[in-house]
């Protein structure tokens, strides 16, 4: 669990640093994203959007590791995979071809799309989100493309639908896959031609505007069951991004952590509240099924039953006290990491044969994740030997 701590460590560091959200360095022009511009911020603020990340060289291909707090709109990562998300992100955002976010529930799919529509030339335009699952069945054409005046019963005046609105700006189609195969003809034909009817309406109504989709299952799966279309998927899914669930970048939470720890004190006018370095442990090895949103729940519930300025173990939910057991646990079939290596190697003051031991690896299996792990390197070099 060692990794635990030194996440903290890191967590403590970044708090020190003074920034009113999160320390980052440069800031991102959406107009200059073709180009791929960045900027330095030299007014140090942290609004807008904003990320902080590199490239390096390795045997010549590019590869990015991210160094330092990232916050980009409103998405926060420093793990390689959010990172390559940032990079996607930007890359669409100045094309309006259909893009389709794929993720499990609470990985923050809503926060992707928000932030292709604010990087783009449609950010002065609406964003206008809709969960197809949340729709009655018998209002959901209603909801998408509006109805005249009494075409049935409850019609009582013309209503817009969603898409109108969203005319001029994005629309994001959150679960996409829960749209009936009647609403999916009715998707396919607005894609292919920007056109539809309302409900009771015989004029065609055009209309400018991108189309984001997003669920949580799995499409091909879906056309496989015949409950999704062929035709539909191959429109929707141009360009697809895949978020990472929690679970599979860990070294984020403690930065997560931090975030709404400080939201939650600002919200409650509440002097700053920390997590201990054994909470983050607790923290940084639960399975997070929920992902972010649970993560966030989590800490909303520690916040409201911590008494002081440090969130301990003891705040935290059940269901993660729980899973103290697992501190004790180590075998030699535990995958490594980034985080885990280089609080080892701190510990044993860069001595990577004892580094090893710990981590109950033999030592060609720790210099062989080391030396694919240019960046970690440098960083381990400042330890010792």
Same mark, same amino acid.
């Given at each position: +669990?060692?990794? =635990? @701590?030194?996440?903290?460590?890191? /967590?403590?560091?970044?708090?020190?640093?003074?920034?009113?959200?999160?320390?980052?360095?440069?800031?991102?022009?959406?107009?200059?994203?073709?180009?791929?511009?960045?900027?330095?911020?030299?007014?140090?603020?942290?609004?807008?959007?904003?990320?902080? %990340?590199?490239?390096?060289? &390795?045997?010549?291909?590019r590869k990015?590791?991210?160094? #330092?707090?990232?916050? %980009?709109?409103?998405?926060?990562?420093?793990?390689?995979?959010?990172?390559?998300?940032f990079?996607?992100?930007?890359?669409?955002?100045?094309?309006?071809?259909?893009?389709?976010?794929?993720?499990?529930?609470?990985?923050?799919?809503?926060?992707?799309?928000?932030?292709? /529509?604010? *990087?783009?030339?449609?950010?002065?335009?609406?964003?206008?989100?809709i969960?197809?699952? $949340? +729709?009655?069945?018998?209002?959901?054409?209603?909801?998408? %493309?509006? /109805? +005249? #005046?009494?075409?049935?019963?409850?019609a009582?005046?013309?209503?817009?639908?969603?898409?109108? !609105?969203?005319?001029?700006?994005?629309? !994001?189609?959150?679960?996409?896959?829960?749209? *009936?195969? /009647? +609403?999916?003809?009715?998707?396919l034909?607005?894609?292919?031609?920007?056109?539809f009817?309302?409900?009771?309406?015989?004029?065609?109504?055009?209309?400018?505007?991108?189309?984001?989709?997003?669920?949580?299952?799995?499409?091909?799966?879906?056309?496989?069951? @015949?409950? %999704?279309?062929?035709?539909?998927?191959?429109?929707?899914?141009?360009?697809?991004? =895949?978020?990472?669930?929690?679970?599979?970048?860990?070294?984020?939470?403690?930065?997560?952590?931090?975030?709404?720890?400080?939201? =939650? =004190?600002?919200?409650?006018?509440?002097?700053?509240?920390?997590?201990? &370095?054994?909470?983050?442990?607790?923290?940084?090895?639960?399975?997070?099924?929920?992902?972010?949103?649970?993560?966030?729940?989590?800490?909303?519930? $520690?916040?409201?039953? *911590?008494?002081g300025?440090?969130?301990?173990?003891?705040?935290?939910?059940?269901?993660?006290?729980?899973?103290?057991?697992?501190?004790?646990?180590?075998?030699?079939?535990?995958?490594?990491?980034?985080?885990?290596?280089?609080? $080892?190697?701190?510990?044993?003051?860069g001595?990577?044969?004892?580094? $090893?031991?710990?981590?109950?690896?033999?030592?060609?299996?720790?210099?062989?994740?080391? @030396?694919?792990?240019?960046?970690?390197? #440098?960083?381990?070099?400042a330890?010792?030997?």
């Amino acid at each position: +669990m060692d990794h =635990a @701590n030194k996440a903290y460590n890191q /967590h403590k560091s970044r708090r020190s640093c003074g920034a009113d959200i999160l320390p980052s360095e440069l800031l991102f022009n959406p107009q200059d994203s073709k180009a791929g511009v960045l900027k330095k911020n030299a007014n140090n603020q942290t609004t807008g959007e904003i990320i902080s %990340f590199r490239d390096i060289s &390795d045997s010549g291909n590019r590869k990015t590791e991210d160094k #330092k707090s990232c916050h %980009f709109s409103r998405i926060i990562g420093e793990d390689r995979k959010m990172i390559e998300v940032f990079r996607q992100i930007i890359n669409v955002a100045e094309y309006d071809y259909p893009v389709h976010i794929f993720g499990e529930t609470g990985t923050g799919k809503e926060l992707v799309a928000e932030a292709i /529509h604010n *990087s783009s030339l449609r950010r002065d335009g609406p964003f206008v989100p809709i969960n197809c699952g $949340a +729709m009655p069945e018998g209002l959901v054409e209603s909801e998408l %493309f509006g /109805h +005249m #005046k009494g075409s049935f019963s409850g019609a009582i005046r013309d209503k817009k639908g969603r898409f109108e !609105l969203a005319d001029g700006g994005t629309i !994001l189609l959150d679960e996409v896959a829960e749209l *009936s195969k /009647h +609403m999916q003809a009715k998707l396919l034909r607005f894609l292919q031609d920007g056109k539809f009817e309302k409900v009771g309406g015989e004029k065609t109504v055009r209309i400018n505007v991108r189309v984001i989709s997003a669920t949580n299952k799995d499409l091909k799966e879906e056309m496989k069951a @015949n409950r %999704f279309r062929d035709d539909l998927y191959y429109r929707i899914n141009v360009v697809p991004i =895949a978020l990472p669930p929690l679970r599979e970048r860990k070294s984020d939470i403690p930065l997560l952590v931090d975030h709404f720890l400080k939201q =939650a =004190a600002g919200q409650y006018n509440r002097d700053s509240v920390v997590a201990s &370095d054994s909470a983050i442990m607790l923290l940084t090895e639960y399975k997070w099924s929920g992902n972010v949103r649970e993560l966030q729940n989590a800490i909303q519930f $520690a916040f409201v039953k *911590s008494k002081g300025d440090k969130i301990t173990p003891d705040d935290l939910p059940m269901e993660i006290n729980d899973n103290r057991l697992f501190q004790t646990i180590r075998g030699p079939s535990r995958k490594l990491d980034r985080v885990q290596v280089e609080s $080892a190697i701190k510990k044993t003051g860069g001595n990577k044969a004892k580094a $090893a031991r710990l981590l109950n690896v033999g030592r060609a299996t720790l210099y062989r994740f080391i @030396n694919d792990h240019p960046n970690l390197q #440098k960083r381990i070099c400042a330890y010792g030997n």
